[in-house]
């Protein structure tokens, strides 16, 4: 694999904490050639005075595009979390045609479509009913499905059954590390669905059980690691999606702590020093910037 028509994405949860701007020069400085973005966030940049235009504008200037809105919860029933605050609800109750407006309007090529229902409150063919409806409005976006462990969809096995049994174009899976090896999904089914179905990837590494005193959120949203500094067996991961020639939209997604407060220069080094050493090892390169520092 080349890097020809390769995806190398800045996930907004490894730069959360920075300005739009600075989140632009992160990904700029890392390597990424595209940003995600989520409607919470993109609310957020309009209330302090930005326009979408600008916002564009400012990506265009940097070489970063705006590819992925993520995530969308209210495609599927019943989709409000267990114990939802009133910001998680928030966070991801947008609904489906003002997430689909937004999509539009910033260009984005695809969307995340995850199941924030609590286990069991959705029989798995509804699921399916949902996502083949959501497929059918999105016409012209790749619907990325994500299963979240802690949630109504979740493992590898329950998101491909959906994804298979829907069988759209435009419908695929975004595989996450961390949900990959929390859940226990399986390498084996893994490597039995086909490369194209597999739309996108986030990497990072993390602990195998949440540490004692953490919290589920903390766990999840705070307690990840740049890959090699975890326990996962990532590169077992790794080698399937690279042989499996699955890579070609990818980028490193580390909820982490230890990157709140680095700036967009030190954001890069952590990326140059854990993610591309092993996606080059396996032979994924990217059209990294040469003004990179």
């Not at 490369?195 to 999840?220: F, M, N, P, T």
Request: aromatic share 8%; with cysteine.
């Amino acid at each position: 694999m080349n890097g020809v028509g390769r995806q190398s994405v800045m996930w907004e949860g490894t730069c959360r904490h920075l300005s739009f701007a600075d989140q632009l020069v992160a990904a700029r400085l890392s390597g990424c050639d595209v940003m995600s973005i989520t409607p919470a966030t993109y609310a957020e940049h309009l209330d302090r005075g930005l326009t979408t235009a600008e916002m564009r504008l400012m990506a265009d200037d940097e070489g970063v595009r705006l590819t992925h809105l993520d995530p969308l919860a209210t495609w599927a029933p019943a989709w409000r979390p267990p114990d939802a605050t009133d910001d998680m609800v928030s966070a991801l109750g947008t609904p489906v045609d003002g997430f689909l407006d937004i999509a539009e309007t910033l260009g984005c090529e695809s969307i995340t479509a995850i199941c924030s229902f609590s286990s069991g409150a959705v029989p798995l063919d509804e699921v399916t009913e949902a996502f083949t409806r959501l497929c059918e409005r999105a016409r012209g976006l790749r619907v990325d499905l994500e299963f979240i462990p802690i949630w109504g969809l979740p493992d590898l096995e329950s998101a491909w059954q959906v994804v298979k049994d829907a069988d759209q174009t435009n419908g695929g899976l975004l595989i996450d590390f961390w949900h990959f090896y929390r859940s226990h999904s399986s390498l084996s089914l893994l490597r039995s669905i086909p490369a194209e179905k597999i739309h996108s990837v986030q990497a990072c590494d993390a602990a195998l059980a949440r540490r004692r005193g953490r919290s589920e959120w903390q766990d999840l949203l705070e307690d990840r690691t740049p890959l090699g500094q975890g326990q996962f067996p990532f590169g077992e991961l790794l080698d399937a999606l690279a042989q499996m020639d699955a890579l070609s939209v990818a980028g490193p997604e580390y909820f982490s702590r230890e990157m709140v407060g680095l700036t967009p220069a030190e954001v890069a080094r952590v990326i140059d020093e854990t993610y591309w050493p092993q996606l080059e090892s396996r032979g994924v390169t990217s059209a990294r910037s040469t003004g990179r520092k």
